[in-house]
């Protein structure tokens, strides 16, 4: 008896709607995406470059007033942040050029859909012709390629700034924890920048847990071995990072990018870009203090001009490049009055450290004096830092009183020099720093000198 052979089971058949619709939505956004990256860019590139100066104010501002660890919570604060900011003011502006390079081409494209007409350049040889004509992709070819260029581009500065933005929030949440710790331990320093580097050191560790833990798992496997309870601990520590959100955001883009180049060009690049990002505040400061960072003075160097007149020590004459120099300051260059002001700046990160060592004092460097005293006390501690000399003849800061500048955001202490008795012309203040202290070193001896100019006869004009 002959059996009816059992039909094969047909495949539910696919819609065939599905694929196309999928595809023309894709398009719709693949254009949409093209004219985003275009006002994305466009809105951000070079508004984010007056950023930094307003990040340097606020910075400057504030770094005068702390020390210790709240110094170093506002300077990684600001040198993250500067450098995410022209990091991606920059690579913005370089993603517009080649969007732009891009629709040009696209525009010539819609005019000339044939590209490069070579039998037209009659006076270019045949042989630069049949060298250029080999290596000529077309129009197609170099759209494709500005194209990728300029998504690529975008894309990479997104993972850039992604990576800076989780630096800085977990820069900040460990340094807000080493600060509690320490406070907690009696508000030592120390405590707090060992509670950073075991955060540091641990989180350095869960880098490498799963390069580590695939070892073991390969190892195991080359002998045989099961390695279940391995691929277990791997999946949860896996499914553990997977609950960062900033990790899983930048998965997807990241590992795309880095699996479609050379991966390790990509990680170099991504990782220099990172380095520079952190590197461009400290550039930005330095640019600050010094007078300049590319010169060739070879006769009024910066010896000589410390040893001549710097625009800091004089308020008539001091600008907001001078905003991060504390100087010991007096009114202008020309004093007519019989008095002259002599401002003296209390910086807490440098003169708090050596108040905890020589004003034996206050316990701890800290003054808790109240009323009179405490403004006595502060006088008798810094008298005990800097020591002031008027041509030649010391100056007793005995008669300085504590002084708060909001004009300037310093305080300080503030003495007015009796002038009667000095002979009209030029008079010189010299003030040091730490006079025991290294020739370097934070807490080396620092000296400031500040000559001036004495016209009594021009106040009864």
Not at 44 to 64: K, N
Not at 285 to 306: M, W
Not at 449 to 459: E, N
Request: aromatic content about 8%; some cysteine.
């Amino acid at each position: 008896m002959n059996e009816s052979p059992v039909a094969a089971p047909q495949a539910v058949p696919t819609p065939t709607h599905v694929e196309p619709e999928a595809n023309t939505r894709f398009s719709r956004l693949r254009e949409r995406a093209d004219e985003l990256e275009l006002f994305i860019s466009g809105l951000l590139a070079f508004a984010l470059l007056a950023v930094p100066g307003y990040l340097f104010d606020a910075w400057a501002r504030s770094s005068l007033h702390t020390e210790g660890m709240y110094f170093q919570l506002l300077w990684f604060a600001f040198s993250t942040v500067v450098g995410m900011c022209y990091v991606l003011a920059v690579a913005l502006i370089a993603h517009l050029t080649v969007r732009g390079y891009w629709i040009g081409l696209v525009g010539l494209k819609s005019h000339f859909p044939e590209g490069i007409d070579w039998a037209a350049l009659q006076k270019m040889g045949p042989v630069s012709r049949a060298f250029l004509r080999a290596r000529d992709g077309g129009l197609d070819s170099s759209i494709q390629r500005a194209d990728r260029l300029a998504t690529l581009l975008f894309s990479t500065t997104l993972i850039c700034v992604q990576t800076l933005a989780g630096t800085l929030v977990l820069a900040m949440v460990t340094l807000a924890i080493a600060m509690l710790i320490a406070f907690l331990a009696g508000g030592s320093d120390q405590v707090a920048m060992a509670v950073v580097g075991a955060c540091l050191v641990s989180l350095l560790a869960l880098a490498f847990v799963p390069f580590m833990l695939e070892k073991a798992i390969a190892r195991r496997h080359a002998r045989g071995r099961p390695s279940e309870g391995l691929e277990r601990a791997l999946q949860r520590f896996l499914a553990g990072m997977q609950r960062v959100p900033l990790l899983r955001l930048m998965q997807t883009m990241q590992l795309t990018i880095q699996s479609n180049l050379r991966s390790r060009s990509f990680m170099v690049g991504y990782l220099l870009a990172i380095g520079v990002a952190m590197v461009l505040a400290a550039v930005q400061v330095a640019g600050s203090v010094k007078f300049s960072l590319f010169n060739r003075y070879q006769v009024l160097t910066e010896e000589a001009v410390d040893n001549g007149m710097l625009s800091a020590h004089y308020e008539s004459l001091r600008s907001t490049h001078d905003q991060l120099l504390a100087y010991p300051m007096i009114p202008a260059d020309t004093i007519s009055s019989s008095r002259l002001r002599l401002f003296i700046p209390h910086r807490p990160q440098r003169d708090n450290p050596l108040a905890r060592r020589y004003c034996t004092a206050l316990p701890g460097g800290e003054n808790s004096a109240e009323g009179a005293p405490a403004a006595r006390a502060a006088v008798d501690c810094l008298a005990l830092i800097w020591t002031v000399t008027l041509d030649g003849k010391p100056v007793n800061l005995a008669d300085f009183v504590p002084f708060e500048r909001r004009d300037l955001e310093m305080r300080g202490l503030v003495g007015y020099l009796p002038l009667q008795g000095l002979a009209p012309g030029r008079h010189d203040l010299y003030l040091v720093w730490h006079a025991q202290g290294e020739r370097t070193g934070p807490d080396r001896r620092r000296e400031y000198r500040i000559p001036f100019w004495y016209t009594p006869d021009d106040s009864k004009d």
